[in-house]
C-alpha cells in the first residue's frame, strides 16, 4: 500500500511574497477584492489581465494565468470572504492547487481577509496540498502531482500537526478504499490492520471464525459462510497516556467485495463493490489521526471484516439466523448484509461500555437517492446532539444531513417468525430502517451515530479531495470530537 508521501511545508509569518518570486513555479492565493491585489505576487498583472478580460469578481470566483517569467509561473487566483462556507473554501482551494506537471515548488497565500477567515483560507489551501498525496496506482505511466516543496504564507506552523494527522488519516481510509479486493481481500486486509498495529504500537485482537462463533455471532457468521478465509472482527485500540475522557468506539464496515449474495446484483451496482469496505477504512484512518493527535481518551476501533460472496452455502432469504446478544433475525435480503456483520460488531462495541459509538458504512441505496452524493446522511439516538453534528459537517467541510428514528418505523422491521426483519423488500426508506437495526444491537445506550456513507464516493472529488474515493467521515468526526461543546 502507498504510503503518505506529504509535500515538504514551511511557514513563512509574513503574508507577503518580496523576494525570490521566479523560484515558484505556481502561486495559489486566495484574496478578499481586486484591490488586495496590489499585495500580491505579481498583483500589477494580474488587476490589469482581469479588467481586460472582464472577469466578475465574486466569492467562490478563480482566474488563472502566467506569469511573464523565465519559469511561466502559474498563477491561481480565488475570491473569497467571510460568507463563504468551509465546504466552498475547500472546493475553491482543490481548483487552485491542480499543479502542472513537474512542478516541484509552490506557494500558498490569503490576501485581503481577516482572523479566522484568514486562517481557514490558508488551512484550505494546505488541506488541498496534502490531499494531493498519490494512491495506490497499478499503471505503467503515473506522474506524481505532490509538489516537492510548499511555502505557506502569512500563517504560523501551530496547527501543521493537527493538518498532517487529518490528511494521514483521510489519505489511509482512501488508500486501502482504492485497493482491488485482489490485493485486499479478508485475509489480506488484516494482515495489513495488524501490521499498522505493530507500527503504532496499538494493542490488536482479531475474532476469527472460529471465535465468533463460539460467541454466538450468528448475523457474523450468516454472511461469511460461502468464504469465510480471513473474515472476523479485528478490534484495535489506541490507549492515551492519561485519560481525561470516556473512551469512544469506531465501528466500521468492511465488506471487501459486496456480490449481493444469493440476491445477486446486476453488472452496473456490482461494479465497484471492493470500496464496500470504505467504512472500515474511515473508522480505522480516524483511529490513526486520533491517536497521531495523541487525544486524551481511549479509542476502540472494530472492523467488521468480511466478503459477500456466493456459493452453495449462501445464506438465503427466509432464514433466520441469530446475533450474538440473542436476538433473533429473519433473513429478507442477502445483498443487506452490512447490517448484518455491523450488529455483531455494534454488540461487541456496547458490551465494553464506551461513551460514544460512531459507526460508519456505505450502507443504503436509499441514502444516496436522498442526498446523492455531495453529502452524508447521519443518525443519532441522540436528538439535541443533530444541531452539533450538521455544525461539524459544516466546520469540517463535510457535510451531513440527520434523518429520523422515530420509533413508528420499526412496525416495518416487525417478524412473524423472529424478533426482527433484516430489511423490507420494498426499499422504502430503507436508509432509516437499516440505522433503527443497527440501534437495536447497541446496549448500556451510550450516545450512537451513524453515517451512512452516500458521500463516500463522489466523481470528480468532493471539498479538498481530489479523488472521486473521499475518505469522508475522517474530517467530520475530528471536528465533532473537537468541539468543546461536545459531550459523551
Not at 84 to 102: D, Q, V, W
Not at 202 to 218: M, N, T, V, Y
Not at 403 to 423: G, H, R, T, V
Not at 432 to 456: E, Q
Request: aromatic residues 8%; proline residues 5%.
Amino acid at each position: 500500500m502507498t504510503t503518505f508521501k506529504a509535500p515538504r511545508v514551511r511557514y513563512k509569518k509574513t503574508a507577503r511574497l518580496t523576494t525570490g518570486l521566479a523560484s515558484y513555479q505556481h502561486i495559489a492565493l486566495i484574496v478578499h477584492g481586486l484591490a488586495d491585489l496590489a499585495h500580491a505576487p505579481f498583483g500589477d498583472i494580474l488587476q490589469k489581465r482581469l479588467k481586460t478580460q472582464a472577469v466578475t469578481v465574486k466569492p467562490g470566483a478563480t482566474f488563472f494565468t502566467e506569469a511573464p517569467n523565465e519559469a511561466g509561473t502559474q498563477l491561481a487566483v480565488g475570491f473569497a470572504d467571510e460568507t463563504l462556507s468551509p465546504f466552498a473554501r475547500l472546493e475553491l482551494a482543490r481548483s487552485l492547487t491542480k499543479f502542472r506537471p513537474g512542478v516541484t515548488k509552490a506557494a500558498l497565500l490569503a490576501l485581503g481577509l481577516e482572523g479566522a477567515a484568514h486562517t481557514g483560507a490558508v488551512h484550505a489551501l494546505v488541506r488541498a496540498v496534502y490531499a494531493q498525496a498519490p494512491l495506490p496506482s497499478w499503471q505503467a505511466e503515473r506522474r506524481d502531482t505532490s509538489p516537492v516543496a510548499i511555502d505557506v504564507y502569512g500563517v504560523d506552523h501551530n496547527e501543521d500537526a493537527a493538518l498532517r494527522a487529518r490528511a494521514y488519516g483521510n489519505h489511509l481510509a482512501r488508500a486501502l478504499s482504492v485497493l482491488p479486493e485482489n490485493e485486499l481481500g479478508p485475509a489480506q486486509y488484516v494482515k495489513r490492520v495488524k501490521k499498522l498495529a505493530a507500527e503504532n504500537g496499538w494493542r490488536l485482537r482479531f475474532l476469527d471464525e472460529k471465535r465468533l462463533a463460539a460467541l454466538g455471532a450468528g448475523a457474523f457468521l450468516a454472511v461469511t459462510r460461502t468464504r469465510a478465509v480471513g473474515s472476523g472482527i479485528a478490534h484495535v485500540r489506541y490507549t492515551p497516556r492519561r485519560a481525561s475522557k470516556p473512551p469512544i468506539a469506531l465501528v466500521g464496515k468492511g465488506i471487501c467485495f459486496d456480490t449481493g449474495g444469493v440476491n445477486l446484483k446486476p453488472a452496473r451496482h456490482m461494479y465497484g463493490m471492493h470500496e464496500d469496505m470504505a467504512g472500515s477504512a474511515v473508522a480505522l484512518g480516524t483511529l490513526s489521526a486520533l491517536a497521531r493527535l495523541q487525544v486524551p481518551f481511549q479509542v476502540d476501533c472494530y472492523l467488521a471484516i468480511a466478503e459477500n460472496a456466493i456459493g452453495p452455502a449462501s445464506y438465503r432469504p427466509n432464514e433466520v439466523v441469530r446475533a450474538a446478544d440473542g436476538t433473533t433475525i429473519e433473513v429478507v435480503h442477502t445483498d443487506a448484509e452490512g447490517r448484518m456483520v455491523l450488529a455483531d460488531t455494534l454488540v461487541f462495541a456496547s458490551r465494553e461500555r464506551p461513551g460514544l459509538i460512531i459507526d460508519y458504512a456505505t450502507l443504503t441505496g436509499a441514502c444516496v437517492y436522498a442526498l446523492g452524493t455531495r453529502m452524508t446522511g447521519v443518525f443519532t439516538n441522540r436528538t439535541a446532539l443533530i444541531p452539533r453534528l450538521i455544525e461539524a459537517g459544516r466546520a469540517s467541510g463535510e457535510r451531513v444531513w440527520p434523518f429520523p428514528l422515530e420509533e413508528d418505523y420499526n412496525a416495518d422491521l416487525k417478524s412473524d417468525i423472529a424478533d426482527i426483519k433484516q430489511c423490507t423488500l420494498e426499499g422504502e426508506a430503507d436508509h432509516i430502517l437499516a440505522a433503527l437495526f443497527l440501534k437495536r444491537f447497541i446496549a448500556h445506550d451510550p450516545t450512537w451515530i451513524h453515517l451512512d456513507l452516500s458521500a463516500g464516493r463522489h466523481k470528480g472529488g468532493l471539498g479538498a479531495i481530489p479523488s472521486d474515493v473521499t475518505g469522508f467521515g475522517v474530517d467530520f468526526t475530528l471536528a465533532l470530537l473537537a468541539d468543546p461543546a461536545f459531550k459523551w
